[in-house]
C-alpha cells in the first residue's frame, strides 16, 4: 500500500471497517492544529514493538501481553473512553472480519480485528508469509511469457500468480505488488496421463491460479488443487500437504477460467475439460457439470473491413484467406460487452450482433485481456506487445512497442528512474484503481529485481497524437511546428453534482491522530498507539450500533459522549469530550469575586494541552472522531452509484467548444458545435434524460443529465445483497482517445466516462423499531405508560391489556438520515418465553396459529382490527396508520396462563419478526427485523384465577375463624399463662432460698465443731419446720387472693 497522501487536503476518512496505524512525518504544534496541509500518513500493519519504525510493516500471529498495552492508556486519564466500556470490550475474545476497500492506490487486504487479553492496539492480519523461499533468480522471469492475473474483483485479499518455470511456486502478494514473495506449494504432484488425459509431458509449473476472498485455486498439468487452510499455513512445508485439496480427481482440465465478480454471496470458477469429456465445463462448486451453450458461430474466415475501423458482422460481408483462430472470451457484467478474441478481435454487447475491429492486426494473435471494467480495455499479444481499447469506441491503440513509449522511456532515463532498465520482461499487467500498472523484471548491473510501475496510458497517447499530427509551416526565413487538436471541446466540467455518499454508499469515519505534547513534535510509540486503539474503538461503536432497537440519536458515535451530557449542562455549551478523570479545579471563592459559569472539560483540557500539560504528553480531541454525514462532491462522478427504486441521479455537464478550424488531411471537416450521448447497457431498466441549453455568448452547451431506475427490473433483495449490475457511459462525440486534461496527477482522459450503477436496495439501510416514538404515542394514546418493577432502559415493558401502537425507522447509516418506515410489513411472533434464558423459536406450522387471522384452533397471541391482509389471507398487513395491536394469549398459545415467579404480575417476552417482502411496493429493500418485546401484566386462565380465589378465600375465612376463637379464648389463655408464669417464679425464689440457707447452715457447723451429728439432725428439723411455716403461708395467701 502506497502512502495516503496528504493528511488532510481532501477530506482523508476511513472507508470502511479497518482500523489504522499512522507514522507522522512531519512535525506539529499546537498552534498549527488547523494546518497540517504538509503532514503525510503513510499506512501500514505494525506489531507494537516496531511502531514509528520507517518502512515497518509485520505479518504476525503473536499476541501483545496485557501489560504491554494497558500502560499506555492508562496514562490519559483525560481520555475520551470509559475505562469501564474498555474492560467490557477486551472480555473475552471477540473476532471480527472486515473486508477493506481502496485506498490511495492500494487495496487493502481482508482484516481481521481481534482482541487479545488487553485492548487490541494493533491489527492481526490472517494470513502470513514468514520470508521467502526461494531468491528471484533470473531464469524464473526472463524471457518468460507474461500470464494474467486472475483474482475476485473487489473481494480477494490477496493475489497470487503462477508460471515459474519448472516450479511448484507461485507469487504471492497482499499489498497489490508492493511486497510479495515466493511461495512453495505443498502438493503431491501426481501424474495421470493416460488414454482419456492425452497429456504429452510432464511438468512441475502451475499454469493457473486464481485468488478468491474464500481460497485459493491451481491448476498443475490436468489437476486442479484448492487450499483448505489459513494463509498463515500457506507456505509451512510440514502442514501444508494436507491442506491442498485435490478435486474433478476423475477429469481432465485443460484450463481453470475465472469469474470476476462474485454473485448471489458466493464465487466461481470454470474448469474447462478435455480427453473424453472434452466440452464440458465445471462450473461453480466445481462439483457440478453442465454443456456449454452455444452463442455465437465464429466465422471461418477474418472478414475484409476494407479499410474500415469496425464492420459489424451480418454473414454478408467478404472474408480474407486468413482463418479466424479464438482463443478466449472476456465479458464485463457492468455493460455487457463480450470480447471473442484470438487473432482477431470480436465484441457485442447482445452477444448476438458482433462488431469486428479491424484496427487490430490479424498477423498478431492475443494471449489475454485485462479489463478495468471501468471503460478500459487492456490487450497482450503473443509477442507481448501492448494494445489499448476505450470502451464505446472502436479504435485500437498501440501502446508498446510504440513511438509514445519511446518518448516516455528516454524522458524516464533522463530522470534516472529506477523502474526501466535496458532488460526487462513483462510479467504480468493488471489495473487498480482504474489505472494500468505492469509487474516488471528488470536487470540492471547483474542484478535482477521484480518492480510495479504505472503505464501512463494518456501520456503515451498523448506523445503518439503529437508525433503523428504536426504540420511544419514556413513563416518568412523559418519554418515552424504547429499541431492539431482533435479534441471537440477544450472546456468540459461536471456541475451540480448531488453529495455522493447516498449514491456511492461508502460508510466514512474522521479519526484524526492525537496531539502530541513534545518539543520535536513527533509520535512515539505511546501516541501512535493510542490512536490505533481509539480508532478500533470507534469502529468497534459502529459494530455495536447495528441492534434492534434505535437509540435515541442516529449515530454510532452517540454511546461514546452519551455519557458526559451532564457535563455539557453544567457548562456553557458545546459537547463534553473528557474521558474519566478528576473534575477541573473549582474557582476561588474570594469575595466580591463574579464568576463565569463551570467551564466544560472540553476548554480545561484543551488549557492543559496548550500549556503541555496533559497526561501522557498526547491529547485527545473527541470532537475529531466522528462520523462523516456532508461529504462534498468533487466535480467527478461517484465510483458507482445505488439505484433504489424509483429514484434517480442527477448532474449538469458543461462543454466549450473548440472554434471551427480546418483540420488537414483526407479526413478535413468543420467541426462547429459539440454532442453529448448517454449509453445505457440495460436500456429496459434504467433510463437517461439529457436536456441541453446553448451558452452562444460562451460558446458552450450545458447539458442537464438525469439517469432514473424504471422501477420494474428487481425484486425485494436484502440490503446490499443481489444487486443487478448495469452502467452508464457518458460520451462526448469525437473525443475517445482525442481529449486530455492535465492533473496535478498527470493527464487524465476526458470526454468518456462510464461509471457502474447498481439496482436494487442500496448497502447501509435497515429497519429498526422506534422505541422512542412507540412509548410517546402508547401513552398519549392509552392516557398511561406502567412500565415493569424492574427497569430496563434498553428494553422498556408494554401493559397487556394496552393497545400496542409500533412504529419503526428506516436508518440510513450512510447518510445520518433517519427516517418513519412509511410502508406496509407484515408482523409475526416467531419465539418467546416468559424469562429471557427460556425464550424459544416456534415451528412453522406455530408461527402459522399463532400470528394467522386464519388459525381456528384458538392460538391467536395478537390481533387487529385492520382488515388487510396477504394474497393468501394468511397474515395481516399492517402499516404505520394501523389501528395498534390487541394482545390475546388464547387458550392454545404460549403465553396463555403464564405463572407469574413473584408477587409481581405475569411477563412474556415475544420475539417478534416485522417484514415487507412482498407487501410494500414503495422499495427495492427486503427490510427483516427481529427483536424482543417484554410484555407485563398477562392475566391468568379462568381455571387457575378460580383456584386462586378459592384457595385466597378458603385462607381468608380461615384466618377469620382463628382471629373468632382466639378472641374467645383468650382470658382462660391469659389466666393460664398467669399461673404458668407464678409457678416458674416461685420455684426460682424457693431454689435460691435454699441455697442461701444451705450456705449459712455450713458456716455454722465449721466454727462450733462440737456434735456434729446432733447439730445436722437439728438443724434439718429446723429447715423442715420452716419450709412447712412457708408452705402454709402460700396456702393461706391464694384463699385470701380473689379470682380475677
Known sequence: MSPAGPAWPRLRVLQTLWALL??????????????????????????????????ASDRFVDQEPLYTVDKVFSQLVDAPIDPDEVRGLVSGKRERSWTCTPLGSGHLPTLSLQTYLGFPYY?????????????????????????????????????ILGGIPEEKAILLTDTNFKDFFLVELSIDSCWVGSFYCPQTSFTATIYDAIATEST???????????????????????????????????????????????????????????????????????????????LYTIPEFIPDARGLEFLMVLGTESYTNFPMVPKGMSYNPYNNLLFIWGNFLLQSYNSKNFIYLADFPKELSIKYLVNSFYGDTAIVTETEEIWYLLEGSYQVYKLFPSKGWEVHVSLQVMQQSSLYAPNETMVTLFYEDRRLYQLVYLIDNQQGRLVKRLVPVEQLLMYQQISNDYLLERQGSHLTLSFTNFCPFTVMRLRDLPNPQIYTRQERYRAQPPRVLE???????????????????????????????????????????????????????????????????????????????????????????????????????????????????????????????GTSYRFSVFLTAREPEPLHGPSFQLQSKVGLAVVLADPECIEAVVKEKVLVNRNSVLFWVTLSDKRFCFDQGISGHHLMKTSMLLKVVGSSGHCFQNTNQGPRMQGNLMVPVLIGCPPGKRLAFDITYTLEYNRLQNKHYFDCVHVDPEMPCFLFRDIFYPFFLIQ???????????????????????????????????????????DKTGSLIWTTRNTTTTEDSAFNILSHNSLGIEWLCMENSPCHDTIPHSIFASEFFFKVLVSNRGVDKSTYCDYQLTFQLHIHGLPLSARRAFLILMVSASLFVGLVILYVISCLLSPYVVKVCN????????????????????????????????????????????VSKVAGENRTDTKETLRKKPIS
Not at 407464678?982 to 456434735?1011: H, L, Q, R, V
Request: proline share 6%.
Open 22 to 55: 499512522v507514522v507522522l512525518l512531519a512535525p506539529w504544534r499546537l498552534w498549527a492544529i488547523k494546518n497540517t496541509q504538509e503532514c503525510t500518513w503513510q499506512v501500514v500493519l505494525n506489531n507494537f514493538e516496531t511502531v514509528g519504525k520507517k518502512d
Open 123 to 159: 491489527l492481526k492480519i490472517n494470513y502470513s508469509c514468514k520470508g521467502e523461499l526461494f531468491n528471484l533468480i533470473p531464469r524464473y522471469f526472463v524471457n518468460v511469457p507474461s500470464r494474467p492475473l486472475w483474482y475476485t474483483v473487489d473481494q480477494a485479499p490477496v493475489f
Open 216 to 294: 485459493l485455486f491451481i491448476r498443475q498439468n490436468q489437476l486442479i488443487y484448492y487450499f483448505t487452510g489459513t494463509y498463515i499455513t500457506l507456505h509451512e512445508s510440514n502442514r501444508g500437504s494436507g491442506r491442498w485439496v485435490r478435486v474433478l480427481a476423475n477429469e481432465c482440465i485443460k484450463k481453470l477460467c475465472p469469474v470476476h465478480f462474485h454473485s448471489n454471496g458466493s464465487e466461481y470458477v470454470m474448469a474447462l475439460t478435455t480427453g473424453k469429456h472434452e466440452g464440458y465445463v465445471h462450473f461453480g462448486t466445481i462439483t457440478v457439470s453442465d454443456y456449454l451453450v452455444v
Open 519 to 645: 518539543p520535536g513534535g513527533f509520535h512515539s510509540d505511546n501516541s501512535l498507539a493510542v490512536y490505533q486503539g481509539l480508532v478500533y474503538y470507534l469502529l468497534w461503536l459502529h459494530s455495536k450500533y447495528d441492534k434492534p432497537y434505535a437509540d435515541p440519536v442516529h449515530d454510532p458515535t452517540w454511546r461514546w459522549w452519551k455519557n458526559k451530557k451532564q457535563d455539557q449542562v453544567r457548562g456553557e455549551g458545546g459537547e463534553s469530550v473528557g474521558g474519566p478523570s478528576p473534575d477541573p479545579p473549582s474557582p476561588s471563592t474570594c469575595p466580591g469575586t463574579v464568576f463565569a459559569p463551570h467551564p466544560v472539560p472540553q476548554d480545561y483540557y484543551f488549557y492543559l494541552a496548550s500549556n503541555w500539560r496533559s497526561a501522557g504528553s498526547v491529547h485527545v480531541d473527541m470532537a475529531s472522531y466522528e462520523k462523516i454525514y456532508d461529504l462534498k462532491a468533487e466535480n467527478e462522478l461517484p465510483e458507482r452509484i445505488f439505484l433504489d427504486k
Open 812 to 854: 440510513d447509516l450512510v447518510t445520518g438520515d433517519s427516517g418513519s418506515f412509511q410502508g406496509s410489513y407484515v408482523l409475526k411472533v416467531v419465539g418467546g418465553g416468559p424469562t429471557l434464558d427460556t425464550i424459544k423459536e416456534y415451528s412453522e406450522e406455530d408461527i402459522y396459529r399463532f400470528n394467522s387471522p386464519l
Open 979 to 1022: 399461673v404458668l408464669c407464678w409457678k416458674i417464679n416461685n420455684i426460682i425464689a424457693w431454689e435460691s432460698y435454699i441455697y442461701s440457707i444451705a450456705s449459712d447452715t455450713g458456716a455454722f457447723s465449721n466454727t462450733s465443731g462440737i456434735k456434729s451429728g446432733e447439730s445436722s439432725g437439728g438443724i434439718s428439723r429446723v
